[in-house]
């Protein structure tokens, strides 16, 4: 028998005592999710949520979705800031949900790293649970997966998906838009997580701009600015379809407002947006001036201050308004929903930003 030790998953790479270290501590942070309808914890197979709880929907719907955070992961793994990023994979996928009306139930997340460091992995997994919280939902499961030799060990990435129920008579979409509805804004928390290839690409890229550069335009750090977590939507848009009509949510991510708001409109109708109606935030001036980006092109790629848009009956505008700033949300009525004209497209632009 030959003495030479043969090879080994942990002389691959892959440091299995690691994984599980990793598992104990995020299981606080899951704990703090948990719903009434989440049965056992973590460690099984699957997770594990009782459907009975939709019994007293006359005909459920389920709703899902899945995304991740794009290249804003960069960014975390540059400033050795782990716990906020979950809440941007959160709000990703929760509230893609809600804008059908669907109350988000349940998520599950898949972490794919170098190599396991089990206290950065945990706090990962600590954003995320955190963001269910915001988002009302229940983490019941996921995977860490190490890639050594695919990714350096420093390396990271974040997905997620999640489920939602909506009752099928109170489903939200295109059907229920009419002309004369109001468009009404909800003020996004920055830049969210869409257009960090070109943010990273003008301001670190071509600019040469430090991450730990204050910059007096943005009041803070440049790299506190990119790091800020994406809004989540999910029980604010709950809250309004509880106490007023709404016809339509959507939800402002890759692609910008204008295509994003074409997506719920009828094509009998037209969506016109405002632009006076509100000054972007000094991070879309920043990007748009320094890498001499075009406003068409940003706003084809960033949000510029807007995370989600509900669309309303008119004389459900000053509710809608008053239930948003009780939840400390800032909302605005950016526009309106008119007959679509021979060259008019699902949803427009118009007019000058507002100056801050």
Not at 170 to 186: F, K, N, Q, S, W
Not at 201 to 230: C, F, I, Q, S, Y
Request: charged share 25%; proline share 3%; aromatic share 4%.
């Amino acid at each position: 028998m030959s003495d030479t030790t043969g090879a080994s998953y942990a002389a691959a790479g892959v440091d299995i005592e690691a994984g599980d270290r990793a598992v104990e501590l995020m299981k606080e942070w899951v704990r703090k999710t948990r719903r009434p309808e989440v049965l056992g914890g973590l460690g099984g197979f699957a997770g594990l949520f009782d459907a009975s709880a939709l019994k007293k929907y006359e005909r459920p719907l389920l709703a899902s979705a899945t995304d991740g955070v794009g290249t804003k992961v960069d960014i975390a793994r540059r400033l050795g800031v782990y716990d906020t990023i979950g809440h941007d994979l959160v709000a990703m996928v929760m509230d893609d949900i809600v804008v059908c009306g669907a109350e988000p139930l349940f998520m599950t997340d898949y972490i794919c790293v170098g190599k396991v460091h089990p206290e950065r992995v945990a706090a990962i997994v600590k954003g995320i649970a955190e963001g269910c919280v915001l988002a009302g939902c229940a983490l019941v499961g996921g995977e860490t997966a190490e890639h050594p030799g695919l990714l350096g060990a420093d390396d990271f990435d974040v997905a997620g998906a999640g489920t939602g129920v909506v009752e099928a008579d109170r489903l939200l979409g295109a059907d229920r838009i009419r002309e004369g509805d109001t468009v009404i804004a909800l003020a996004a928390s920055g830049l969210h997580s869409n257009g960090y290839s070109l943010v990273r690409h003008v301001l670190l890229g071509e600019a040469g701009l430090a991450l730990d550069a204050h910059l007096d335009d943005l009041g803070r750090t440049l790299g506190e600015e990119l790091l800020e977590p994406t809004k989540i939507y999910s029980l604010d848009c709950l809250a309004l379809t509880r106490t007023t009509e709404v016809h339509a949510f959507s939800h402002i991510t890759g692609g910008g407002l204008a295509a994003n708001l074409a997506r719920v409109i009828p094509d009998t109708l037209h969506a016109t947006v405002d632009r006076s109606t509100w000054a972007p935030g000094a991070i879309f001036d920043l990007v748009g001036r320094t890498g001499r980006v075009e406003r068409l092109e940003l706003e084809k790629t960033l949000n510029m201050g807007v995370g989600m848009m509900a669309i309303v009956p008119q004389d459900s505008t000053d509710v809608a308004l008053a239930t948003l700033a009780d939840r400390g949300v800032e909302a605005w009525v950016a526009g309106e929903i008119t007959a679509r004209g021979t060259h008019d497209s699902g949803a427009a632009l118009v007019g000058d930003y507002a100056t801050a």
